[in-house]
């Protein structure tokens, strides 16, 4: 088997674990079990006409987006209690037809990659939501720390991330075929796992100060032409697959103390490496 085709496997694998966790049935006795587990507030699991949603003693949490409108707009309640929590997954590779969620004031907790492989045009926040914020597209915490989510089908070309951050986690920026630049602070230290798939991202510089770069972190941007890297890399995360399947990468530059250089070993790929040092 060749390296793109195992690699091709590894990506298979993460997608449809996600979707496996995201498309768990409801009343499953053993999720039940798992969930309870997790917390002894927990209930049980029910389904309304869009969403899937676990109750809780006093809230309830969005578990999946199960509806077909164009708009969602997740209500402040269900049932008599608030709406405090998205989980992971919740809005995970949603559907073309869903093109905008509205977020209500009563969300305190929005989990990692809730929005992951979305399709959305536009992501919103009740204007009375006090823990979350909208920067240029990009849903944050209201601190703007912590990057949560990005619309996949914005037509949003450039953004710049707020000083402060210090993780793109993983997934957050996939599958957004429009999105052309993106500016990183040098706060930015980790880069995660698929942060920027699929995007359409035609040339990168990461800062000094980003000290680990995900597996696949660039995978499938068929537009990208330069990569510069930072002589701060301490750990590259199978370097071979970060720009896997990039078919228009010319030159990657990098310092030697890295992996820079193994970057362009994935199949395929006709890129220069360039020494910085």
């Known amino acids: 088997m060749s390296i ?21 049935s409801c009343g499953d006795d053993s999720v039940d079990a ?23 003693d006093s ?30 997954n919740a809005f995970y590779n949603t559907d073309e037809t869903l093109e905008r969620v509205v977020i209500p004031s009563t969300v305190t907790e929005i ?7 979305n399709k959305l045009q536009q992501i919103e926040i009740d204007e009375e939501n006090s823990n979350f914020v909208i920067d240029n597209g990009v849903l944050m915490n209201v601190e703007k720390t912590q990057l949560l989510a990005f619309p996949g089908e914005s037509e949003i070309e450039e ?6 951050v210090e993780v793109i986690p993983s997934g957050v920026f996939s599958n957004c075929p429009n999105l052309k630049r993106v500016e990183i602070p040098s706060t930015v230290k980790q880069i995660e796992t698929f942060a920027f798939m699929g995007s359409g991202l035609t040339d990168v510089k990461l800062p000094e100060g980003v000290e680990e770069l995900g597996m696949g ?8 032409e330069t990569l510069e890297l930072p002589q701060s890399l301490k750990t590259i995360s199978s370097p071979e697959t970060v720009c896997q399947g990039c078919t228009s990468l010319k030159t990657v ?14 199949d395929g790929l006709q890129a220069e490496y360039v020494s910085l040092g």
């Open 217 to 224: 972190a660039f995978w499938g941007c068929v537009n990208l």
């Open 59 to 88: 809230f309830i949490a969005i578990d999946e987006y199960i509806g077909s409108g164009a708009v969602c707009e997740i209500p402040e309640e269900i049932d008599g209690k608030p709406v405090t929590q998205i989980n992971s």
């Open 4 to 24: 793109k085709i195992k690699l091709f496997a590894v990506a298979c694998i993460a997608a449809l674990s996600m979707s496996a966790v995201a498309g768990c």
């Open 34 to 56: 798992i969930k309870a587990g997790a917390s002894s507030d927990y209930e049980n699991t029910l389904q309304s006409d869009e969403f899937q949603y676990d109750v809780y």
């Open 253 to 266: 530059k990098g310092y030697d103390s890295t992996d820079a250089g193994k970057i362009i070993d994935a």
């Open 111 to 117: 989990q990692t990659n809730a929005f992951g492989a």
């Open 159 to 164: 953004v710049e991330i707020s000083e402060g």
